[in-house]
C-alpha cells in the first residue's frame, strides 16, 4: 500500500458533541483531496470510546484529577496504533502530553465565550436578572470562582454529564437550576445556539484556555497524519491557544483550577490576558501582556512570561489555596465513601 492511500482512523469521544466534532476535522481531511484518483487518495474513517470522564458523573470535576479524565484512554489507542489521530475539545487537553505525543492540527476556533442558558419559558435574559437566590449550573471552577465576585446572591451549582443532559437537567420542571452556563462553542456545533440567552465575555468571565478550538494529536513519528494536520491548521487560533497553554503549564492549572484567559491576534501582534480566582472569589489577580511574535517559539514565550508575572503578583497563594483545599475535599469524598462501602 502506497502512502497516499493509507487509511487514517480519527478518534474521539462518543459523545454527540465529540462525534461532530470529529466529523468536522473528517471534512476537513477530505477536502484536501480530489477524487480524480480515488485509489491513490488517503481514506479517512472514525472510531469513538468512552473515557473515565464520561464513566465518573457523579463526583465534581474539581476532584476527579484533571484532564487526562477525557484523553487517556484515546491516547493508550494512538500509541498502540489502533487509531491514527485524536481529535478534542483542546480545552480538554493537558497542557504536558504523553511522551510519543504531540498535537499536530489546531483547527479555526468558534467563538471561545461561556454563555448562558435559561430554563425553557423563563423570561429571564442576563444573570443581572436573576433572582438572589437563584441556582446556577456549571461544573467549572473557573466560571464560580469568577462570578461570585459580581453575583454574590446566586447560587452556583455543579452540574455533570454532556451538553444534552445537562439541558434536560436545566428544563426538568422540577429541577433546581434557573440557569446553567455552557461553552458558546459546544452549543452552536450542536445546533442549539438558538438557545443561549447571553455571552458572558471577559472582563465578566474570562474563559478556559484554548476553549472553542479542535486540536488534532497524533504520535509524534507519524509523518504523513502530520503533514495533514498541517493543512487544516489555522494560524491565528494555533498562536492564541498556544499563548495560553503555555500561561497554564507555567501556572500547573488544570482542568479544574480558576485559571481564564483572554486573547487576540492582530496581524502579528498578540494581546493576551490571564486571569486566577480564588474559589470563593475573594482574590482575583490579571494582569495583560501585549506584544509582537514572529513564531510560535515567541507566542509560548510571552503566555510564559504572562504566568509568570501572575505568580509574582499573587496567583502562587492562590493556586496553593486551591491545592490544600482539593486534597482536603478528596480525602472527605473517600472517607465518605469508605463509610458506604462498610
Known amino acids: 500500500m502506497s502512502p497516499s492511500s493509507r487509511t487514517f482512523v480519527l478518534a474521539s469521544r462518543g459523545s454527540?458533541?465529540?462525534q461532530i466534532q470529529t466529523n468536522i476535522a473528517l471534512d476537513s481531511m477530505k477536502s484536501l483531496f480530489t477524487?480524480?484518483?480515488?485509489?491513490?487518495?488517503?481514506?479517512?474513517?472514525?472510531?469513538?470510546?468512552?473515557?473515565?470522564?464520561?464513566?465518573?458523573?457523579?463526583?465534581?470535576?474539581?476532584?476527579?484529577?484533571?484532564?487526562?479524565?477525557?484523553?487517556?484512554?484515546?491516547?493508550?489507542?494512538?500509541?498502540?496504533?489502533?487509531?491514527?489521530?485524536?481529535?478534542?475539545?483542546?480545552?480538554?487537553?493537558?497542557?504536558?502530553l504523553p511522551e510519543g505525543c504531540i498535537i499536530a492540527g489546531i483547527m479555526e476556533r468558534e467563538d471561545p465565550v461561556d454563555s448562558l442558558v435559561v430554563k425553557k419559558g423563563s423570561s429571564w435574559k442576563t444573570l443581572d436578572e436573576l433572582p438572589d437566590g437563584s441556582v446556577v449550573g456549571t461544573s467549572?471552577?473557573?466560571?464560580?470562582?469568577?462570578?461570585?465576585?459580581?453575583?454574590?446572591?446566586?447560587?452556583?451549582?455543579?452540574?455533570?454529564?454532556?451538553?444534552?443532559?445537562?439541558m434536560a437537567k436545566l428544563d426538568a420542571p422540577d429541577g433546581p437550576y434557573a440557569a446553567i452556563i455552557l461553552a458558546k462553542a459546544g452549543m452552536v456545533r450542536l445546533g442549539m445556539g438558538d438557545r443561549l440567552t447571553s455571552d458572558l465575555s471577559p472582563p465578566l468571565l474570562y474563559h478556559a484556555v484554548s476553549q472553542g478550538a479542535l486540536a488534532i494529536e497524533i504520535r509524534a513519528n507519524d509523518t504523513e497524519s502530520f503533514e495533514i494536520c498541517q493543512r487544516i491548521t489555522h494560524?491565528?487560533?494555533?498562536?492564541?491557544?498556544?499563548?495560553?497553554?503555555?500561561?497554564?503549564r507555567k501556572l500547573e492549572g488544570g482542568c479544574s483550577v480558576p485559571v481564564g484567559v483572554g486573547s487576540s491576534l492582530v496581524g502579528n501582534v498578540l494581546t493576551i490576558t490571564g486571569c486566577v480566582t480564588a474559589l470563593d472569589g475573594s482574590k482575583h489577580v490579571e494582569h495583560t501582556m501585549k506584544e509582537t511574535v514572529a513564531n510560535e517559539e515567541q507566542v509560548e514565550e510571552l503566555g510564559t512570561r504572562l504566568a509568570t508575572t501572575l505568580i509574582e503578583t499573587g496567583a502562587k497563594d492562590i493556586l496553593d489555596e486551591i491545592t490544600v483545599d482539593r486534597q482536603e475535599k478528596i480525602k472527605l469524598a473517600q472517607e465518605k465513601d469508605e463509610q458506604i462501602v462498610t
Open 35 to 96: 477524487e480524480t484518483e480515488v485509489d491513490a487518495t488517503p481514506k479517512f474513517t472514525t472510531s469513538f470510546m468512552t473515557t473515565a470522564g464520561d464513566k465518573n458523573q457523579s463526583q465534581a470535576l474539581y476532584l476527579l484529577g484533571g484532564k487526562a479524565l477525557w484523553t487517556k484512554e484515546l491516547e493508550v489507542a494512538l500509541l498502540e496504533r489502533e487509531v491514527d489521530m485524536l481529535v478534542h475539545s483542546f480545552k480538554d487537553v493537558p497542557t504536558v
Open 140 to 166: 467549572s471552577v473557573r466560571r464560580v470562582a469568577q462570578l461570585k465576585r459580581k453575583y454574590p446572591k446566586l447560587i452556583f451549582q455543579d452540574v455533570r454529564g454532556n451538553l444534552n443532559t445537562r
Open 16 to 18: 454527540q458533541l465529540a
Open 235 to 248: 494560524r491565528d487560533t494555533a498562536w492564541r491557544c498556544l499563548a495560553e497553554r503555555a500561561c497554564l
